[in-house]
């Protein structure tokens, strides 16, 4: 499926759009978001990528990312995979926004302007087989150890996040 992304600058002023695999492999700055839920418990909803993606596939991360489509509202473009992804409704809140770069082995670039934003759920999950591999719920705590024991088991702007960004999230 051809997709595009919205190229931006460090401003977030929109420039242009790319096809999501050659902004990816050019390493171009551009649009995306980071969706975090949290349930009664406080814990996060982690999704594990399904083993298909291009990158970082099979590995752990926040409960659902991806990029706005040309003229989407950040907020509507992550209802919306939010509710493709994982099957779910939540009304949810922009924390912050930050930009980070990190090249992958298979030569692939992250190089995103990424939103944060958090919300509640306490529902069932539905997730896309296509898009997830599995699900589960984990405390920050769980999650913060686990991440310094094993954190190639989790994506890059996952642990970005975690490590630079955490205040934003845990600030319901």
């Not at 990816?24 to 551009?30: D, R, T, V």
């Not at 989407?72 to 209802?79: H, L, P, T």
Request: hydrophobic share 40%; charged share 20%; proline share 2%.
């Amino acid at each position: 499926m051809y997709e595009e992304v919205i190229l931006v600058t460090e401003n977030d002023e929109e420039i242009g759009l790319m096809e999501k695999l050659e902004a990816h492999q050019k390493g171009l700055l551009h649009r995306a978001f980071s969706v975090f839920l949290f349930n009664e418990n406080h814990e996060i909803l982690l999704q594990q990528r399904a083993l298909t993606k291009y990158h970082s596939a099979g590995l752990w991360t926040n409960t659902c990312c991806s990029h706005p489509r040309k003229n989407e509202q950040v907020i509507d473009a992550a209802n919306r995979r939010l509710q493709e992804e994982m099957g779910i409704v939540s009304n949810l809140t922009i924390k912050n926004k930050f930009i980070y770069h990190a090249p992958f082995d298979n030569g692939l670039i992250e190089h995103e302007l990424d939103y944060i934003l958090t919300g509640f759920y306490n529902g069932p999950v539905n997730f896309n087989k296509d898009e997830v591999a599995a699900y589960k719920w984990m405390s920050m705590e769980a999650i913060l150890k686990d991440c310094a024991l094993n954190p190639t088991q989790y994506t890059v702007w996952f642990r970005h996040i975690l490590n630079h960004h955490i205040q934003e999230i845990s600030a319901l």
